[in-house]
């Protein structure tokens, strides 16, 4: 069973989804069109996949996780897009599979075999093409109240030997540097877009779930402790004020701001 093989099913439902306006404004500056090729790296229940298939003409998406591409094929069939979903790891693609005008990866860039990048970019990559690194991360400049807390709760549930993983993947997606240091890429311009969404109380809790370092895999019979404890963690971040009594009492609708902040980064 793969890392992520038991947060496949959880992982398009919890983790914040990359808005449409998010997009929009990559596929401009990148200047995206129907003639166009993008690969997927890494691509989960293919957010990054279906948000860029209304701008380039033909997708590719690449996962080696199994439970993961069945997530994908069931959101592509709901988006009723064509993409061509592959079973692979990135580093062990097929010489033949092509060259893409766009080689894009989410949050998935420090799986990766760093030694193996470059000549792996370099036959991906179409000349005058890119890659595009996405993340998505929740501002940390303390509009996000709720986050200090929540942080703490998931790495008191989390193994400590997967959570530093974790850490160094958030250290890699903001800086860049060690992945691309020995290629022929450097790095271009940074692309945000900042959206903000109310998320209840307990799907928070439930985003849990979704990291490899507290997975159900991870934490066996500990899922409905931590769920409970996450939640009581966060309910003093609910909004003092409802409008509607029904709404106050239920606990599943109680909903903090979440102000997320959207990162491509582009390399040539």
């Not at 890392?3 to 200047?31: C, I, K, N, S």
């Not at 400049?141 to 958030?170: C, F, H, I, P, V």
Request: charged letters at 25%.
């Amino acid at each position: 069973m793969g890392r992520f093989a038991t947060t496949a099913a959880l992982y398009d439902q919890f983790r914040p989804p990359y808005p449409t306006a998010f997009f929009q404004e990559v596929a401009e500056r990148l200047g995206l069109n129907e003639r166009q090729t993008l690969i997927d790296l890494g691509t989960g229940p293919a957010p990054l996949a279906l948000g860029f298939a209304a701008y380039v003409g033909r997708v590719f998406a690449v996962d080696p996780e199994p439970s993961m591409l069945e997530a994908a094929r069931e959101a592509v069939m709901r988006a009723g897009q064509e993409i061509m979903l592959v079973q692979s790891r990135a580093e062990d693609l097929p010489e033949d599979v092509g060259r893409f005008d766009v080689v894009s990866i989410g949050r998935a860039l420090h799986w990766f075999d760093e030694s193996a990048l470059g000549p792996l970019f370099e036959r991906l990559v179409a000349p005058g093409g890119v890659v595009a690194v996405c993340a998505s991360f929740s501002a940390t400049d303390g509009r996000n109240a709720w986050l200090e807390e929540y942080t703490a709760a998931r790495r008191a549930w989390s193994d400590e030997r997967l959570w530093s993983q974790s850490k160094y993947g958030e250290r890699v997606h903001r800086e860049l540097s060690s992945p691309f240091e020995r290629t022929t890429f450097c790095a271009g311009e940074v692309i945000r877009v900042e959206t903000t969404k109310q998320t209840s109380v307990a799907d928070l809790a439930q985003r849990v779930l979704t990291y490899s370092s507290s997975s159900p895999a991870a934490l066996g019979e500990k899922v409905e402790p931590m769920l409970r404890d996450v939640e009581a963690r966060l309910m003093p971040f609910e909004p003092q004020q409802c409008s509607h009594r029904d709404r106050c009492n239920d606990r599943a609708n109680r909903t903090p701001s979440v102000t997320t902040g959207r990162e491509c980064k582009n390399t040539f």
